[in-house]
């Protein structure tokens, strides 16, 4: 769904010297299967993410979420399947999975990406890279190390944005309720971009900013990071 | 827990919940308050995350070996010149509790705050036989004059502000002052009249219990105005019913909860009040106690790996005051006295999934953590809510759209042929590159938001196109 954001970490890994491939057997890591109840159907998909991925000195995955499902709850998974040889697997490979903004600060320890993005920009850190995956301040210092970028503090930051989900659908009302008052505190930073590390979140902050017609975009933490000068000026003159 | 039966399905009630703007109000603010009184009163502590693997420790030795610590905590309770009842489930215990109530020809008891007593519908089982029961706590109180239900563990009446408690008061309380202002000094010394009668009248109080301790078989009580104390003190005969898993095997166990619960609940170092009795002293208190264990599903929880955790809890209620949905629906659309993220695993695991609003309390969560990250027993509120909506039976329209959507996003094919196919449809559903309106369940979704429009091309196809196919 989020083609952009895909390209943008190919780009800023390869421009940090780093050598990507993308196996073209993956497939969804089963998330949302397995939160909504249908470990059945997920441990499928856990069983194609271990075969895919062995191998790789790293794992990057730009969604939180999706990297906090491998680390968390895979092993829950292999073992209520009685999988040992998934189970092996996982353990294996788990700890070499990634979230994009953990892997450039914490493992490779490249805060400064070289980016350039000459904008007011705020960040929401999501809940699942926050308190899953403890992700900690790494995207606030990538964010930091972007010139030109200027970053506003958003209030109640930690605050969930009410996806969640199938929670997003199946309590459609309280979702938007949570989430008008994450939208009403991006909106207070007066911020043209609200950044995060799940374009799933930011589906459903971006789907209500965009209702209410309120100018601010969402950009997925990568896309910034992958903007250079010279993609602004592109940018610019397209505008 | 047969007081709520009957609920609506969660979002139901939740829907209902959220369009009150009042009830919001009222919650944001009392919420956001005690949210960051706690999380002074927490930081205050280095040693904060060590107690909280050390209760969590205690709590879980304790509940694997919950057979032996029950044993020793009926031997010195007994000792000490108590009386121990067992009682299997709600009715059972209700049937103990009135039986007892009865024998000592009371027409009324007053009451401690209870979770447990709520838990098991005590004071319907009373007012049936002709007993009437007098809350003493002050939110309590305001709840049972106001015909309501309690709405949060700690804070039963959150949903009322305090022009709504003068009104209740004004129209329920006997004797209460006809100037009554909003004032909370006014309020709180409208109730102290009121209930001093009730404590001076009574012969019998009831009451449930934070921690039993097994070694000593002492119960603790733990308290913020002094009317459990009055209650746990003045009657002549007391009757405490208490959960199985509020067992703590000794004395000195008591030291970690002593620091995580009040710090965890009211955000205060150390709770006004701390009520704790070993039996009967000649002279002193009461001189007949009776202790009322409880099952009531707990068993059965403890039986199951992922589910028993829950049993840790210590209602504090921390998690209720962090939790975005609680904050937006407050208590009662969670149809049990158990509200908030910790109810939604609770409820269902001591009344079954049978029943709507059951079945529907583990999808109440965005599962955004941050109930297990304030949890002062560290228990694994977002991992035992998945767990549970895997036991529960899937209505077979969405059953057949999660198995053949595994099917297409399990498969490499079948992914690269979907993404194709939504390129392709991105001119007819979202011309503006925002999808304002879907049909079916995923309407839910757009009538507050737009959704995106498909991209030209997947990034698979980037891929393979920019980089050949290569591996």
Sequence with gaps: MF???GKAVVTVLERLGHQVEFPAGQACCGQMHFNTGYREDALPMARGFVRNF???EAIVTPSASCASMIREYYPTLAEEAGDQAL????????PRVHELSGLLVDVLRQPDVGAYFPHRVTYHPTCHGLRMLKIGDAPYRLLRGVRGLTLVELPEAEACCGFGGTFAVKNAEVSAAICADKVAAIRQTRAEFVVATDNSCLMHIGGALSRQRSGVATKHLAEILASTELASAELASAE | MPTYLGMPAFPDAAKRAVADTQLRANLTHATHTIRTKRAGAVAELEDWEQLREAAKAIKDHTLANLDTY?????????KAGGHVHWARDAQEANRIVTGLVQARHASKVVKVKSMTTQEIGLNDALEARGIEPIETDLAELIVQLGHDLPSHILVPAIHKNRAEIREIFRREMPGAPKDLTDDPAQLAAAARAHLRQAFLEATVAISGANFAIADTGSLVVVESEGNGR???????????????EKILPSWRDLEVFLALLPRSSTAERMNPYTSIWTGVSPADGPREFHLVLLDNGRTASLADRTGRQALRCIRCSACLNVCPVYERTGGHAYGSPYPGPIGAIISPQLRGLGSPVDASLPFASTLCGACYEVCPVAINIPEALVYLRAKIKHKRSERAVFHVSAKVLGSPRGLAAAQ????????????????????GPLRGWTDTRDAPAPPAESFRAWWSRTRGGKQ
Excluded: F, K
């Design chain 2, 420 to 439: 194709r196919a939504a390129s392709a449809s991105r001119h007819i559903v979202g011309r503006s590159g925002r999808i304002r309106s879907l049909p």
């Design chain 2, 70 to 78: 029950l044993i020793q905590l009926e031997d010195n309770v007994t």
């Design chain 1, 54 to 56: 062995a191998g790789y």
């Design chain 2, 230 to 244: 009055m209650c746990l003190t003045l009657p002549d005969t007391l009757i405490s019913v208490v959960g199985i």
């Design chain 1, 87 to 94: 189970a092996a697997a996982v353990s294996e490979i788990a």
């Design chain 1, 3 to 5: 083609p952009d954001t």
